[in-house]
């Protein structure tokens, strides 16, 4: 999703934008004398992975969806210097089809664990 913000020419303000109104009107004194400044995407994690205690189904939600009928989940990133040396993540999950439910993989290995 991208965030919009705005400067309201009158008011100096700036603010962001949430209904398309708000692009030209300034929210705070009204004028329309507001003009958009910038937009940037909200920066949502690539990868989020929370476990309530040991015993329960971590939740995954993977580029801002959440992932159901998990089956699997594997993480793993190591580093043997100060800096990261390498990263893989998998995560399978059931898909309910139109006849039969298929399984789907999503793996990623980057840096180190892309070579071996
Ligand atoms: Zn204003």
């Known amino acids: 999703m991208l965030k919009t913000y705005a400067k309201c020419n009158s008011c100096c303000r700036e ?11 300034c929210v705070y004194c009204r004028k329309e004398s507001a003009e958009i400044i910038r937009s940037e995407e909200e920066n949502k994690p690539l990868l989020t992975i929370e476990l ?3 015993s329960s189904v971590p939740k995954v939600i993977y580029k801002g969806e959440e992932i159901k009928l998990k089956q699997e ?12 040396g390498g990263l893989s993540y998998a995560i399978e999950h059931a898909v309910e089809g139109k006849i039969h ?16």
């Open 15 to 25: 603010y962001r934008c949430i209904v398309a109104r708000d692009f030209r009107q």
């Open 73 to 84: 989940v594997e993480f793993h990133w190591e580093t043997d210097t100060e800096e990261y």
């Open 52 to 54: 309530q205690d040991e």
């Open 101 to 116: 439910p298929t399984r789907n993989r999503i793996e990623r290995r980057v840096k180190g664990h892309a070579l071996i």
